[in-house]
Every structure is written in structure tokens, then in C-alpha cells.
Nanobody, 124 residues
Framework: QVQLVQSGGGLVQAGGSLRLSCAAS????????MGWFRQAPGKEREFAAA????????YYADSVEGRFTISRDNAKNTVYLQMTSLKPEDTAVYYC?????????????????WGQGTQVTVSS
């Protein structure tokens, strides 16, 4: 099990940028695939991005491809989500999640460990 603590987020105008951070503790961070998910009001939690344990591969939802960048620093046990060109439809609670092993998943139910969530609000 790994414990995840998120920071960042907030209110930004459309076209702006934000960076989310997720600090991990517990088991060896570098053994986990890390993902970012988001959940808008009245909607299901959806995949945004994921990064393999080495950081060598990244995966993005079509809706954020080219605007969001996921990265990780295994020395700091931290994963980041840099969000640029934000749109009002990006407004959601964002969650980081950890999946033990080398294979990523877009399915939130596959991730056993979650951060506390952080609100991102994009105004038009």
C-alpha cells in the first residue's frame, strides 16, 4: 500500500495553467504506475493521464492530449500533472492514484490507492 497526498489546484481562467503534485509514501514508489483521474459533478471518474514506473511511457486521454503533461520524480516520490490551455470543461476534482506493477490501466477500479482529491475550477 502507498499513501498519496495531493497539492496544487485551485481557480484559474480559461487558457491558464496549473500544476498538481502528488507525494507518495509507503512502499517503493518506483514500483508503481501513477495515474491522474478526474471527476466532474454528476459524472463518473475518468482517466486523464498515466506514467509508467520508469517514466519512460506516458498515456493521455484524448481530451487532454497535447495540453496536459504527466511526469514523475522517483527521487522525490512525487508525480506531477502540468495542465495548460485549460478549458471550463476541465473543471473537476482531480485524483492521483497508484497501481503496483509495470502495466498501466485507464480503469479507475484497477487502482487501489488514491489521493484525497483536489479541486480544479476553470472559469470562462
Amino acid at each position: 500500500q502507498v499513501q498519496l497526498v495531493q497539492s496544487g489546484g485551485g481557480l484559474v481562467q480559461a487558457g491558464g495553467s496549473l500544476r498538481l503534485s502528488c507525494a507518495a509514501s509507503g512502499r517503493t514508489f518506483s514500483s508503481y504506475v501513477m495515474g491522474w483521474f478526474r471527476q466532474a459533478p454528476g459524472k463518473e471518474r475518468e482517466f486523464a493521464a498515466a506514467i509508467t514506473w520508469s517514466g519512460g511511457r506516458t498515456y493521455y486521454a484524448d481530451s487532454v492530449e497535447g495540453r496536459f503533461t504527466i511526469s514523475r520524480d522517483n527521487a522525490k516520490n512525487t508525480v506531477y500533472l502540468q495542465m495548460t490551455s485549460l478549458k471550463p470543461e476541465d473543471t473537476a476534482v482531480y485524483y492521483c492514484a497508484a497501481l503496483y506493477g509495470p502495466r498501466y490501466s485507464m480503469r479507475p477500479e484497477m487502482y487501489p490507492d488514491w489521493g484525497q482529491g483536489t479541486q480544479v475550477t476553470v472559469s470562462s
